[in-house]
């Protein structure tokens, strides 16, 4: 999925102690909970009140051909932070 001229992916990150979701997901449930987000520099600023959701998202196998949906829960949703 694109947006303008910037294409949309989700990747791993296995330093992160959370999963954060881009804008290629789809949101399937709010949890209702919220988390203050810092940076691994304290010279940036905190994210304050971001949502915590369940999202799933498609992956397609090169090799088989198949499309898998994947569930991700407890993700941050820093597209929705209020």
Same mark, same amino acid.
């Given at each position: 999925?694109?947006?303008?001229? =910037?294409?949309?992916?989700?990747? /791993?990150? +296995?330093?992160?102690?959370? #999963?954060?979701?881009?804008?290629?997901?789809?949101?399937?449930?709010?949890?209702?909970?919220?988390?203050?987000? =810092?940076?691994?520099?304290?010279? /940036?600023? +905190?994210?304050?009140?971001? #949502?915590?959701?369940?999202?799933?998202?498609?992956?397609?196998?090169?090799?088989?051909?198949?499309?898998?949906?994947?569930?991700?829960?407890?993700? /941050?949703?820093?597209?929705?932070?209020?």
């Amino acid at each position: 999925m694109g947006f303008g001229d =910037h294409e949309s992916v989700t990747e /791993l990150d +296995s330093h992160a102690n959370m #999963p954060v979701i881009g804008r290629n997901a789809t949101r399937i449930q709010q949890t209702g909970l919220h988390a203050e987000v =810092h940076g691994f520099s304290k010279d /940036l600023p +905190s994210i304050q009140k971001v #949502p915590i959701s369940d999202f799933v998202m498609a992956y397609d196998d090169p090799y088989s051909l198949n499309t898998y949906p994947l569930v991700c829960k407890n993700a /941050l949703d820093p597209w929705r932070t209020t």
